[in-house]
């Protein structure tokens, strides 16, 4: 898995002045394109992916802090270390120690978050975007009906107070990980056996079980409120962006709910926005729909 591909260990500043290190792989000469992981993953949701993009692309896959082999900031009360704010200038940190100024970032679930996060906080270094089944995390809050709550269960599940999903978890972290995978995924065979063995050994860790619940109590309290914040100053994504979801999945699945509409509505141009379902895919697009994304990715990272 990642042949050919180097190992990077790069060391960022984690927002209070300590050294916190960004793990992930490189490969690829070409325009930059950066590659972000979610919940309960790491850079291996990229495996198949990563390597046919670095064909013609500098291709750079990390773990989001907090995740896989990434490091782990001591969280606080309002859990800011786990802001997307926070996460997506550790990416932007490393893309420029790699020299890559501007680059395109294509993101799937929570890395997806962390690049909406990115396109509004560093508009000068994101090319282009790539959102990979989501909707806005503040839409998703706003508009929850029995639907939402029952397909997102673990949303309102992990937001509870320090230790209870924690504790709760620890009885029998891998089968509420194949649960979870199986659930949004159908089955545990869409997974690559090294690709889940990597699933598996980070989500063991009771520390990164830890710090991937702090992303969720951060999505829930203080994400939104820079969300808000961002709303009331106008600011809006202003780069290309591609929007791809699973056809099988919840994304788009309710009744007038235009994933592409919502999109646009948090844009500068409706027509920067484009993208559509992928028929016969779940939530997992980069290993259910591997050469649907491709294709799209390709189309999309080519254009002028």
Known sequence: ???????????????RGQPLTIHGVTRGEGPPVLLLHGYPQTHAIWHEIAPELARDHTVVATDLRGYGDSGRPVSDQEHSPY?????????????????????????????????????LDH??????????????????????????????FHWFFLVQAEDLPERLIAADPLYFLHRLLAGFGGSLDIFHPEALARYER??????????????????????????????AEGRAITARTLVLWGGKGLVGARP???????????????????????????????EEGTEQVLAELRTFLAEP
């Open 1 to 15: 898995m990642f042949d050919g591909f180097d190992t990077l260990d790069v060391e960022v500043d984690d927002g």
């Open 83 to 119: 802001a997307f704010r926070a996460m997506a200038a550790d990416q932007v940190a490393v893309m420029r120690a790699l020299g890559h100024d501007r680059f395109a970032v294509v993101g799937h679930d929570r890395g997806a978050r962390v690049t909406h996060r990115m396109a």
């Open 123 to 152: 508009p000068d270094q994101v090319e282009r975007l790539a959102l990979l089944d989501i909707l806005p995390t503040a839409h998703v809050y706003g508009t929850v009906d029995q639907t939402v709550a029952t397909a997102y």
């Open 202 to 231: 980070a989500f063991a860790d009771p520390d990164v079980r830890h710090t991937m619940i702090e992303d969720y109590r951060a999505g829930a309290s203080i994400d939104l409120r820079h969300d808000a914040e961002s709303a």
């Open 256 to 286: 007038g709910e235009n994933p592409l509409d919502v999109w646009r509505s948090r844009a500068s141009k409706d027509s920067l926005v484009t993208g559509r379902g992928l028929p016969g895919v779940g939530h997992y697009l980069p």
